[in-house]
């Protein structure tokens, strides 16, 4: 899956997906009691419910700076219709913007303003900063209606209010919160906010009550970092800062592993699997790099984060029916331990990998082309070509059909749902994620590069087994002008994303020169009706 936004806002979005566990009785207090979770650097002691787990949190975000969820029950039929969350929000005070001066006769004080003002930006609201409980509800639960705060009784210079939420468009299960809030006028605001179904509220309340009254906040003790410094010190890897970034940032039970280009941090029992993943990752990182020799050198490390299981992956941001994903503002590869276990046979590992192989080639050709993601068909389709991938050892011995797209394809042909190439070769991310449309589209993007890189007719033919290179080359060529052109104007998020679109156009208009697009489909759909899972 291609590069989405994951902020910690997704958690009652995201939690609905999970398997949590069912209702067992409303007791006052957590069933497994409570236990001292304390951290220094944050400036938070709590009593921790012992029925919760601490969840990891995206390395971008800013107000949320603990968040919990309830533990799940290895029996499916034990779990609760949505997992109780409880997020800890620090928002430090600051000012609202205050509006310039203006002289006598209305006339804005200092110089005058252009005389051609663009009217659309003058008309843009200032940002307000996130400095209080409601304006955090205003832009992070926007879905929920809050009840009047009940005032109770002051501790430790804090003003505290409780405040209950409930969905403004009821769903199944019912979401409800509570929010237990610590205020100091002009300082801060420290708030704990649960989440949970409607049918657990009661239950889950008493618990959240329970942890804001023994919640103590004081003023946040500066990071050691000393020992994590002197760990790289004499290391050779680059990036230190940035791994001893993610190291600080681990939650209880999470460890790490180091290689050159990468940070695996992970949270699986499965010890042979982490080394699998640790040696195959550079493998891989090998083999991408002589298929897509980088733009500029690569000096980037990136994280790779294996999640326990399947739940603990959709908590931290992974959307349902995928199986891992690239995030390029957090530069962080996330998949989960999907190791397949039957009773009397070998565990398959095979889903964790086909997703690891995928993914990763996102993460690096992110960086190989300046940071511009290729045409859908070509990044979508190359990322599950590398899912093909045979490692054994140090190498990659070949690279074979991918099995989750082999059968898929097959019956879109035979059916008559696939794209026509004129179109698909076009389609930009939206339209090639198009609802009913998307698993096809990774599955004929996959059989188009499947079959440019492996076929013999492909191969054969010197203008059809340039298109791939051609079109690599070209796209950081155009982009790399294209920034060039635009200057300090690069900067702006939306001249950037024009210049891309330009840059790509300008690559698949270079690669399919002189190709009869026609006649290279009807060779692919030959290909494709022969194509056999290994």
């Known amino acids: 899956m291609h590069p989405r936004s994951c902020r910690a806002a997704f958690v009652r979005r995201v939690s609905r997906c999970l398997a949590a566990w069912l209702a067992v009785s409303a007791l006052a207090f957590a069933q497994g009691g409570y236990t001292k979770d304390a951290f220094p650097d944050l400036g938070l002691s709590l009593e921790r419910a012992r029925d919760y787990e601490q969840v990891p949190l995206q390395p971008d975000e800013e107000l949320v700076v603990l968040l919990y969820a309830e533990k799940l029950s290895k029996n499916p039929k034990e779990r609760r219709a949505f997992r109780p969350t409880l997020e800890i929000v620090w928002l430090d005070w600051v000012p609202d913007p205050v509006a310039k001066p203006r002289t006598d006769g209305g006339a804005p004080a200092g110089p005058s303003p252009e005389p051609k003002a663009d ?6 609201p ?63 605001t420290v708030a704990l906010v649960g989440m949970c179904a409607e049918t657990d509220f009661k239950e889950q309340s008493k618990i959240w009550r329970y942890m804001g009254d023994h919640l103590d906040v004081s003023e946040p003790a500066e990071a050691d970092f000393a020992k994590l410094e002197r760990k790289y010190a004499h290391s050779g890897l680059r990036g230190a800062d940035y791994r001893i970034r993610v190291r600080s940032k681990m939650v209880r039970g999470w460890q790490a592993e180091d290689t050159a280009n990468f940070i695996v941090v992970h949270h699986t029992p499965d010890q042979p699997l982490v080394r699998k993943i640790v040696n195959d990752i550079e493998i891989l990182h090998d083999e991408y790099e002589k298929l897509f020799p980088p733009a500029l ?81 070509f990044n979508e389709g190359t990322g599950d070509y590398f899912s093909g991938a045979r490692v054994q050892g140090n190498k990659v011995t070949r690279i074979g059909p ?68 051609t079109y ?20 702006d998020d939306g001249k950037r994303f024009e210049a891309g679109k330009r840059a790509r156009t300008r690559a698949l208009d270079l690669a399919f020169e002189g190709v009869d697009v026609g006649e290279l489909e009807n060779a692919w759909k030959a290909f494709v009706r022969e194509l056999e899972d290994d």
Request: glycine letters at 6%.
């Open 297 to 377: 050198p690569i000096e980037a490390v990136s994280t790779v984060r294996i999640c326990r299981d399947q739940g603990e992956y959709m908590l931290y941001g992974g959307m349902e029916h995928t199986a891992g994903y690239w995030n390029s503002a957090t530069e962080e590869l996330v998949l989960y331990d999907a190791t397949v276990k039957e009773k009397g046979k070998r565990p398959r590992v095979d889903g964790t990998f086909i997703a690891l192989y995928h993914e990763a080639f996102h993460q690096y050709i992110h960086y190989s082309t300046g940071e511009l993601p290729p045409h859908s068909w």
């Open 402 to 469: 991918n099995s989750w797209r082999v059968e898929l394809i097959r019956e879109a042909l035979a059916r008559g749902l696939v794209v026509p190439w004129k179109d698909i070769l076009q389609f930009e991310q939206s339209e090639y994620y198009a609802p009913g449309r998307v698993a096809i589209c990774y599955a004929q993007g996959w059989s188009m590069i499947y079959f440019l890189r492996t076929s013999k007719v492909a191969k054969a033919n010197a203008r059809w087994s340039a298109i791939l290179p």
């Open 472 to 491: 690599f080359d070209e796209l950081k060529a155009a982009y790399a002008e294209e920034l060039t052109k635009l200057g300090d104007a690069a900067k």
């Open 119 to 124: 009217p659309k930006r003058a008309a843009q």
């Open 126 to 188: 200032i940002a307000l900063p996130i400095n209080s409980f409601e304006r955090y509800a205003g832009r992070r639960l926007k879905e929920f209606k809050l009840a009047e705060p009940t005032v109770q009784k002051p501790r430790d210079g804090y003003t505290v209010r409780t405040v209950e939420f409930e969905e403004f468009k009821p769903s199944r299960p019912e979401v409800v919160g509570f929010a237990y809030l610590l205020e100091q006028d002009q300082k801060r």
